[in-house]
């Protein structure tokens, strides 16, 4: 069977996995360094925390790098109750913008039953902010479509990408904790 270029891929320059191995050779101390930054805005955390490996959140990194100039976006795939990203899905950004995301419709879909058949299901998003810090823009605010969903924003504009994540219900942003294993 041929091996084909996956929709989500098509408008990144490398594999995630190659990502991955750039951004390791960048940096070897890249959980420390994440977990060292102030947060920008101010925030107070939530009462939620959302876990990630912490090969998921170098796969959602590596992903955003390789989207460039475009923002990157996917979805989190865990367990509502325990707030767990069991795997990601990175997901085509049809608006192909450094300013706006958009999930594929069709992917998102097939996201959302494959998750239901392991028992999992779509738990967030995550989009990269390219020249602006990781905090949900008012365009993300907006079009925030689930209060229960956790928003991961990774920004890309300093030497170090910032991965944080966020609560929106009804227009409020509040910053949640980011637990990696």
């Not at 959980?31 to 930054?37: D, E, G, N």
């Not at 069709?106 to 998003?125: H, N, S, T, W, Y």
């Not at 994540?165 to 910053?175: D, K, L, P, R």
Request: with cysteine; aromatic share 8%.
């Amino acid at each position: 069977m041929a091996n084909k270029t996956t929709p989500a891929r098509a408008a990144c320059r490398f594999k995630p996995s190659e990502s991955i191995e750039i951004w390791e050779l960048i940096s070897g101390e890249f959980s420390a360094v994440i977990k060292k930054l102030p947060s920008e805005g101010g925030s107070h955390y939530a009462e939620e925390v959302l876990t990630i490996s912490h090969a998921t959140q170098l796969e959602v990194i590596a992903h955003c790098l390789s989207c460039v100039p475009e923002e990157a976006c996917g979805l989190l795939i865990g367990d509502y109750a325990s707030e767990v990203v069991d795997h990601v899905v990175p997901t085509e950004n049809v608006a192909h913008s450094a300013m706006v995301y958009t999930v594929d419709p069709g992917a998102f879909l097939a996201a959302d039953r494959a998750a239901a058949k392991q028992g999992f299901d779509v738990i967030g998003v995550y989009h990269s902010h390219t020249h602006t810090e990781a905090y949900p823009s008012p365009t993300d605010v907006s079009q925030a479509p689930d209060p229960g969903w956790h928003y991961v924003l990774v920004s890309l504009r300093d030497i170090v990408p910032v991965f944080r994540s966020y609560s929106i219900v009804e227009g409020t942003v509040t910053e949640e904790l980011v637990v990696t294993q």
